[in-house]
């Protein structure tokens, strides 16, 4: 029987679908795809860990304004796919560096080094992130930090997980106390001053709000109960794909700006715990621009 739990926002009555844990046994289909990603997720953080005394010294590509690519990227990005394909060789990919490699029904969404410019700057906040879709539909989850090997883990129906810790968002029902990680628009400034009005929302009515560079790892944060919810704009699915399914499974909301789920589509994302979710849609709703929604 689905749990759900209901709120009002802006005159709307809104139904969260919670994680359906009786559901468990239907996951077990992907538990081999899971410990594919989980494989190659490992291998290439393995890969990471090898060339960060070297970052200094490595090749870097400027693919756009504020957005970097090294030589570790793409040959991390190699790695996943190696082992993806030698599994399933008859899967499609999307991988940040590569691009669309047509398959079947079933897609892995890699980035193979979320926080390339911590990485580059030798600041310790950088993650493998890993998803499937099945039918455009998150089917798994991996998020690996190799500098604190910590494996976050999550199945369409299974629960997440940090290494053998089940997860769950916090139960915190009030701006006050909260801690909100976020993202900066550094890669297309036009939003700027809508996400300043934002920030200056939430840092009233909040403890605090952490920016630590890396989205997926924010999403693994928040969905381990580190963090109390988070936004971002213009967010890639390489970014929150796997993040999306953790927070989902731990039984928090994801929505984008206009309290709708395209937001692997606009790259907007407000995620969360149900009330928390609420509370951080109020204070940013007022400033979304009609480019935003």
């Known amino acids: 029987m689905c749990q759900l739990m209901f ?3 802006n005159s709307a009555e809104i139904c969260y679908s919670m994680p359906l844990y009786t559901l468990i046994k239907n996951s077990k289909p992907m538990q081999p795809m899971l410990n594919t990603a989980v494989r190659a997720a490992r291998s290439a953080g393995d890969l990471i860990l090898r060339s960060a005394e070297n970052a200094s010294h490595l090749k870097i ?3 756009g304004r504020n957005d970097f690519a090294s030589e570790v990227d793409r040959m ?5 796919m190696n082992i993806i394909k030698l599994a399933y060789p008859d899967h ?3 991988a940040e560096e590569s691009g669309v490699h047509a398959g079947n029904d079933f897609v892995w969404v890699i980035d193979p080094l979320d ?3 911590n990485f580059l700057h030798g600041f310790p906040q950088y993650a493998v992130s890993i998803a499937l879709k099945h039918k455009n539909r998150i089917e798994v989850g991996v998020i690996y930090d190799p500098l604190r090997d910590e494996l976050f883990t999550a199945k369409r129906g299974g629960g997440a997980m940090l290494n053998s810790r089940r997860l769950r968002v916090t139960n915190n029902t009030s701006m006050t106390g909260a801690l909100i990680g976020t993202g900066f628009p550094f890669k297309n400034q036009q939003h700027l001053d809508a996400y300043v009005e934002m920030f200056k929302a939430v840092t009233i009515d909040s403890a605090g709000i952490r920016r630590a560079g890396s989205a997926a790892l924010d999403l693994a944060y928040l969905a381990a109960g580190r963090l ?3 936004w971002e704009i213009g967010l890639m699915e390489w970014d929150m794909a796997a993040g999306v399914l953790m927070v989902k ?3 928090g909301v994801i929505t984008d700006f206009s309290f709708n789920d395209q937001y692997l589509e606009s790259g907007n994302i ?3 715990s149900p009330k928390m979710h609420q509370l951080l849609y109020q204070l940013i709703e007022p400033h979304v621009t009609d480019q935003l929604k």
Not at 76 to 80: D, L, Q, S, V
């Open 76 to 80: 991390a990005e190699r790695e996943i």
């Open 7 to 9: 709120s009002v926002v």
């Open 228 to 230: 109390d919810g988070f």
């Open 61 to 63: 590509d400027q693919k």
């Open 249 to 251: 499974e731990a039984g």
């Open 92 to 94: 499609g990919i999307l």
């Open 270 to 272: 407000i995620a969360a």
């Open 115 to 117: 926080g390339t410019t």
